[in-house]
């Protein structure tokens, strides 16, 4: 297994793997923050809107083939002129707390210079709109669509675009932070980087390995620097970064299993935990990734800047990795194996265990840092019924035990401060355009129609305190 340095070791108590029984929001601490989430470009439509400028998303997304049926997110679920409809909608579920994510484009239309002020004006809306109804604004300042200028001028794989990015945070904690008192700097860098640069199944398409290394670094680097901005200007915020984490387990305990662990371990988690919370990279990992690129674009103090101290980690968490060693034992190349348990929609396994792995994992291997879980949900293909109503007790299921899973790891001595839900409503599903449905609420995409599904109406009674079966 990876030679983690053990940085203050919690007795972290093993659990029962199954604990099938009553739940509660009672078995959680009483400040437990909940919520649900959404982002930006898979939302508001109204791209062309308010001075909002075009995004990676916007040009990836008009490239044939790119996404499913063509689908882009022009229109989406119109948030940007129903957000007060949606915001009764949250208040209606009862949440707490609801992170939502700031369209760069909207601010700076070229990526940088001055902001524009009637995107400006729609943040500040909704942020009130929240506010009125007791709900927390949770702003992610990132979630994916950077503003297509600064793509044209290199992308992430360019420093100059930390730079941009650290000054496009500081016009939003101006503009927000009097209100706005949680910010997440970037959703999930690891797929900015190695979906966007490397596979190219995300915006802005490239497929270029040491190109995805050098967008991951500056993700990173425009992360560290956008703590900075922030807290210079909302002394009082509670800051973090959400990452995409995966419990990794071998597929079977042959040769060479434990090296494809490490190996897929260390690409998807450790290479963005060590730098955030250690401010290194895995020395493993660099070694593994030596004949892609020479991480030449590392400049001295950037480690360090990296390593901006924060209030919390956001950790989305969806599935497990299971791997084998690829067909060619000896190149490094890992299977993705599965254990033919149910899959959701997405064609991933649904493994409630996997969050209590994570989250105890995250604990015991990088300290006391207050965690939240930013995402977690599932896609299913929901019907509405004649009645009107929508009947998803997959995804009740689903909910019901990660949210036991979360109690486990919990009552284990993980710091776990929150949960929000993915998501508060059908929409943009990225490359898979609107054919795959997250939401606890129904969007009718042709009539823009919102139906809260059996799943929302479950989460909202387990947020007035009903104990739930699962
Ligand atoms: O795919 C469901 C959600 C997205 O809608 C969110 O925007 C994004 O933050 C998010 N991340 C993940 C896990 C990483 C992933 C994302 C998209 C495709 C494949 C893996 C799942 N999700």
Redesign the pocket.
Known sequence: MPDHQDLGHRDLQNQPDHDHGALSRGDFPPEFTWGVAT?SY?IEGATSEGGRGPSIWDTFSATPGRVVDGDNGDVAVEHYRRYQQDADLMAGLGVDAYRFSVAWPRIQPTGSGPVNQAGVDFYSRLVDALLERGITPWATLY?WDLPQPLEDLGGWPSRDTAYRFAEYAAHVADALGDRVKHFITL??PW?SAF?GYGSGRHAPGRSDGAAALAAAHHLMLGHGLAVQALRERVPDAQVGITL?LYPVTGAHDGHGVDDAVRRIDGLSNRWFLDPVLRGAYPKDVVEDVAHISDLAFVADADLETINAPLDFLGV?Y?TRHVVAPGAFPGTGLVEFTDRGLPTTA?GWEVDADGLFDILTRVTRDYGDLPLVMT?N?A?FDDEVGADGTVHDPRRIDFLAGHLAAAARAVRAGVPLRGYFA??LMD?F???EGYAKR?GIVHVDFDTQERTVKDSGRWYAAFLAGDRTQY
């Open positions: 982002s898979q979630h959703n999930e797929c979906l995409n989305n969806y997405m995402e949900g896609a993915w998501s929409n599903e990225w490359a997250f």
